[in-house]
Nanobody
C-alpha cells in the first residue's frame, strides 16, 4: 500500500484545514487508517483512527471535539477535518494504514506510512 497525504498549509489560529490521504490498491476497506503528527523536536504522536468500514473512530484527547476523521472507500481516501486550530497543532501530519479490524492508536501497529504534509498554525 502506498499512501499520499495532502492538504497541509499555513492557517491562523481558529481556522480550519482538511487533510486527505489517498491509498493505492483495491482493498482499501480492509485497512485501519490513522493520522499521526510530529512537531519539531518531538516524537510522532497519535491523532485519530478509523476502522475499515468507517463505523468506529477514536481520537487523542488533544484533538477530540476539534478534529474529525472520515473515509470514502470508493475513493480510497481518508480525511482529517481540523477545526479550531491552535498553534500547538503545528506539525507534520502523517497518514498510516494497517490491514485488520477495529481501530489502532499505537504507531508501532501500523505497517504503511505516507510522506506527511506540513500544517502550520500561526497565533
Amino acid at each position: 500500500v502506498q499512501l499520499q497525504a495532502s492538504g497541509g498549509g499555513l492557517v491562523q489560529a481558529g481556522g480550519s484545514l482538511r487533510l486527505s490521504c489517498v491509498a493505492s490498491g483495491r482493498t482499501f476497506s480492509s485497512y485501519v487508517m490513522g493520522w499521526f503528527r510530529q512537531a519539531p523536536g518531538k516524537e510522532r504522536e497519535f491523532a485519530a483512527t478509523i476502522s475499515g468500514s468507517g463505523d468506529t473512530r477514536y481520537y487523542a484527547d488533544s484533538v477530540k471535539g476539534r478534529f474529525t476523521i472520515s473515509r470514502d472507500n470508493a475513493k480510497n481516501t481518508v480525511y482529517l477535518q481540523m477545526n479550531s486550530l491552535k498553534p500547538e497543532d503545528t506539525a507534520k501530519y502523517y497518514c498510516a494504514a494497517v490491514e485488520g479490524f477495529g481501530v489502532r492508536s499505537q504507531r508501532t501497529r501500523y505497517d504503511y506510512w505516507g510522506q506527511g504534509t506540513l500544517v502550520t498554525v500561526s497565533s
